[in-house]
């Protein structure tokens, strides 16, 4: 009796073709088999990502009889990738499911359609909303100038003491009810020198969505009576910046432990001695939720090189799902559904990038409709940037983020 033996690959698998080389990756392990220059292999993993073949393929005699392909059938099966179905009674292809990802069919439907409705279901796609509201601050911070490349919260925007009236923040708050939100960031400069503090705690105190504060500890010491308007209905996201005020910032500390207010420390380093002392004080402290964040100040390449580009092996570490991958295809998940506001009304997508619009002037909707349909933030993959889309790693490597637009280079890694 003849059998049919059918490859097939496990639906979490993830491949990557690029020229002649070749990637298979497991997504649940990690584990990942790399070919170069070899065409057989690249023929037969070619055929397997062909999408009608859906990752079933029948092996035929040559393959069989193939030294490197029987290696990379027995790689495939020790890595738990997939395996051979050899049965004579299996007659017909057997079926494997790939997933889909429903983002791109909105993408296209959005791009056919010019109907007005279309405009409320990208609202369903907006997640996070960062209203800066003031550009003012009297503090001076070494880092405040490289901040906003790289994190958007806690700096002057301009030198001008500007400040977002409120009128268009309850102009961004009613366009929300229509979305599904799931958290409102308040940036600044010092958000607690902006003039109408008091009236903007009590909007967002009726609003539903988590309502995260960004705010310097020493501002916090400087205008506790501000800081007061805050209650534990929000969130508190404490910035600190070196050299570290230790009594500032465990009087801060107490004061936000009496106000019981959910809060996260973020800690901007840009060199290690600065982890170093941050990790005395998270113990010192007792400090439960913190960030450590490091920033690009032009001069601490190397810092960044030691410590943030990546290698082959903490991509492969990294585990990203399949769905993941598949999503890293379409669109930039460190930006997708996000929109910030800066204190002038513009509108940004990520705010390295262009001006969408301005909230005086442009409705929440349309601002997420036009960066659906034209922008190419929401939608910058690694796919269509120098040099990450030849690379094979493109998709399971982290998507692009504010650090390559800080440190000004698309391949924050040890690999190209
Ligand atoms: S507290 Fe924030 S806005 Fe003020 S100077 Fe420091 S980094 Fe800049
Ligand atoms: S070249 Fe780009 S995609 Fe490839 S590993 Fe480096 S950063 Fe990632």
Redesign the pocket.
Known sequence: MISNNWLYLEPFVHISLIRNKVLLYNTLNGKALEYDNNIKIYNLVKRLDYNKNLLVVKLTKSDLANTDIKSLLYKIRVNYMGDIINSPAIKFKPVQIKPIFNIQRSIQILKESGEASVGTNVMQNLTEVSININSE?????K??KY?FKQFHF???YDRLKTELDIIYIKKIITALAGSSLKKLNIT???ILMYSKIEELTNLLLNYTSITEFYI?Y??ILEYSDAFCLLNNKFMLNV?I?FPINLNGLESIKILINKKNIKTSFTFIINKIENLIEAEEHIVKLNIENYTILPYFDRSNLSFFKNNIFISKKDIYESKPTITDIYARQVINPNYFGKLGIMCNGSIYANLNGRVIGNIKNLDLNEAATKEMKEGTNWRKTRANITPCKDCLYKFICPPISDYEYGVGSYNLCKIN
């Open positions: 601050c009297n503090l001076n911070c880092n405040c901040t806690c700096t002057k600044g400069g010092n310097h020493k501002n910035l910046d």
